[in-house]
């Protein structure tokens, strides 16, 4: 019998860029993140006499799926399977997808074969594929930090139900993958000791914001962190810009929202897209202003999701 899981990206409003030395592949500095809930992930593990992977119905190698699942056999009875991941958007676009896509597989692998892991075990087996993908394993606002770099739910999705407008400005899969990135900027940027000597007082500050619903708090910590790590990317050696230029304009049409009024602010993460967040009321407003930059190529909606789960037979 087949074993199907469902998993939403999350996007991180504290972010974390570079990873420590050593196994697990755990992040240098901690991260918050909300879970969406209007892009799924949907995973089916079955087994099989060899393992084989399909994403979006085509068969496929992916080395980062093919380490990874090495990594896991290493401590868990995982017999060979056959793999199918359906994302309902981009895949690789910078829209999170290997924090999703890692999170189902985990989650289906989990159920499929029995290993009767805790939500904690299953979020750092999900982090050994892609650090944000322990994230994903829970719903609405989530931590990742030391010393266990699980994720631990900081506030459900309802307890404060933010809106997400994802303005696509490029589609193709990014040219430098996250963990190279990481690991460029960690040996390359003269900015990166100031990044992690600031993290934790960053991530205190902003679980204060999240525990007091403080949208305006939240907003410039948001920003702060994201255009900081992009200091750390643009400041590498070779640079490393993940931007156009409508990302750019995005998040200009953003601060002119929040002079005008409008709750919302902009984050970004390693690849070109914008991801504003607002207070629902806000949503359209903010989704009609980002369709209007010259450059943006779709918009998309969501709220705030669950955790990643088995689905229902
Ligand atoms: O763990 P990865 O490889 O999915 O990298 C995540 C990198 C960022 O999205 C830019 C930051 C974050 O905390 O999610």
Redesign the pocket.
Known sequence: MPTTAIAHP???LL???GKQDGPGNR?ATP?L?ITLDALTTTTTVEDADADALRLDGRPVRDAKIERTLADWRRDYAIGPLAISSHNNFPTAAGL?S??SGFAALATAIDAHCGLGLSDGERSALARRG????A?SIHGGFVALAAPDWRGEPVLAPDAWPLAVVVAITASEPKAV???EG?DHSKTTSPYFAAWTAAADADFEAMKAAVAHRDFDALAELAEASCLK?HALMLSSRPPLIYWRGATVECLRAVRELRAGGCRAFATV??GPQVKAVCEPQDAERVEAALKNVPGVVSTLRSGLGGGARVADS
């Open positions: 999350n996007i991180a972010k974390y860029w992040p991260s993140s999170a290997s924090a892609s650090g944000s993908a994230r993958s996250s963990t990481m790590m993460d390693a």
